[in-house]
C-alpha cells in the first residue's frame, strides 16, 4: 500500500473511578485521516479540515507521533498527512488522542505492521504530550486496542485489553464549552482522604470485575468517583442535573468523559441509551449552552480502514 484512509474513533477516559487508567472506545465519531508515501524522507501535513491546528509537525500532535514512529522506523520514503477533524478540540472525548493513535495505525500499514499495539501507543504519546504537556496513554489505548482498556503502567507502557458486556451502550453528551485539560488537573488536590482513596481501589477492581463477568449491578454500583468528579464537575455547568436525569432514564452510571465538558453514561441496552439521551437533552435544552449528543455502542475494534 501507498496509501491509507483510516477512521480514528473518540474515545472516554477515566471512567468515573478509573482516573488516568481506565478507558474505553466509541463507536460512529471519530476523525477520518489519509496518511499517502512520499519519495522524501520527512513527514509533512498537508490537509487540515474541521478545526484550526498547526502544519507544523512538531507542533502538531499526529505530526508529533508520527515522527516517533518515523524516526525509530527509519524507512527510505516519508509520508504525507491529511487530516479531517470531526472530534471538536477540547471536548473531552479524545480529539487529540484520535489524532495520535489514528496516525501511527496508519503509518504502521504502510510499513507492513511491524509494530503490535502497545508499541503504537508509546509512539502516539509522544504527540498526546504535545496537547496535555505530559504523556499519558488512558485515551490512546482504547482507540488502538478497542474496547476497553486499563493503563498498568506507563514507564514500562503496560495496557491491558478488557471485555466488553454485549448489551453495553454508551450516550455522550457534549456542552460547547471549554474545559481545559490544564486547568482541569490544577483544580485537584495533591493529597486524598485515605478513605476515599480505599473507596476508589475498591470501585475499580469491582469495575473490572463486572465487565468480566457481564455483572451490570455491579458495574453500575462501580461507576462511582470519590476523588476527581466533585472538584472537576465544578467546571461542568448543570453536571449534577444531567446525572440525576440520566440515573432516572435508566443508566448505569455517569460521569465526566476525560477532564471535561464532556459527559458520559452508559446503559445496559440501546433502548435506554436513548432514554437517557433524551432526558439529558431535556436538561441542557432549557439553558442557553448549545450542545450535541450521541448514542453508540461500544466499539471493540477501534481504529478502522476505510
Not at 507544523?56 to 520514503?77: R, T
Not at 509494530?115 to 509522544?126: E, G, I, S
Request: aromatic share 8%; with cysteine.
Amino acid at each position: 500500500m501507498d496509501c491509507i484512509k483510516i477512521f480514528s474513533p473518540a474515545t472516554v477516559a477515566n471512567v468515573s473511578c478509573g482516573f488516568d487508567v481506565l478507558g474505553f472506545c466509541l463507536d460512529h465519531i471519530g476523525d477520518e485521516m489519509i496518511i499517502k508515501k512520499t519519495k522524501e524522507r520527512d513527514i509533512k501535513i498537508t490537509k487540515i479540515k474541521g478545526a484550526n491546528l498547526p502544519f507544523e509537525v512538531e507542533k502538531n500532535v499526529a505530526g508529533a507521533a508520527a515522527l516517533a514512529i518515523y524516526q525509530d522506523a527509519k524507512p527510505d520514503y516519508g509520508f504525507e498527512i491529511e487530516i479531517y477533524k470531526k472530534i471538536k478540540p477540547g471536548s473531552g472525548i479524545g480529539s487529540s488522542s484520535a489524532s495520535a493513535s489514528g496516525v501511527v495505525f496508519a503509518i504502521n500499514q504502510l510499513l507492513g505492521k511491524p509494530y503490535n499495539a502497545t508499541q503504537l501507543t508509546q509512539f502516539a504519546m509522544k504527540g498526546e504530550a504535545v496537547a496535555s504537556g505530559c504523556e499519558h496513554a488512558d485515551n490512546i489505548a482504547p482507540a488502538l486496542f478497542g474496547g476497553f482498556t486499563l493503563v498498568k503502567s506507563t514507564q514500562p507502557l503496560e495496557v491491558l485489553s478488557l471485555p466488553t458486556p454485549a448489551d453495553l451502550y454508551a450516550t455522550i453528551i457534549h456542552p460547547q464549552i471549554e474545559v481545559k485539560t490544564a486547568e482541569a488537573r490544577a483544580i485537584l488536590p495533591k493529597k486524598v482522604d485515605l478513605q476515599h482513596a480505599i473507596q476508589q481501589w475498591a470501585n475499580v477492581g469491582s469495575f473490572v470485575h463486572a465487565l468480566h463477568t457481564n455483572d451490570y449491578d455491579l458495574l453500575s454500583e462501580s461507576l462511582k468517583d470519590k476523588i476527581v468528579e466533585p472538584y472537576r464537575s465544578k467546571l461542568i455547568p448543570y453536571f449534577d442535573d444531567v446525572k440525576n436525569a440520566a440515573i432516572n432514564a435508566g443508566g448505569l452510571g455517569t460521569g465526566i468523559s476525560g477532564s471535561g465538558p464532556s459527559i458520559f453514561t452508559l446503559s445496559k441496552d440501546e433502548k435506554t441509551a436513548k432514554n437517557v439521551e433524551k432526558a439529558i437533552q431535556n436538561v441542557y435544552s432549557k439553558t442557553d449552552i448549545k450542545f450535541n449528543t450521541y448514542v453508540c455502542k461500544i466499539n471493540t475494534e477501534g481504529i478502522k480502514i476505510i
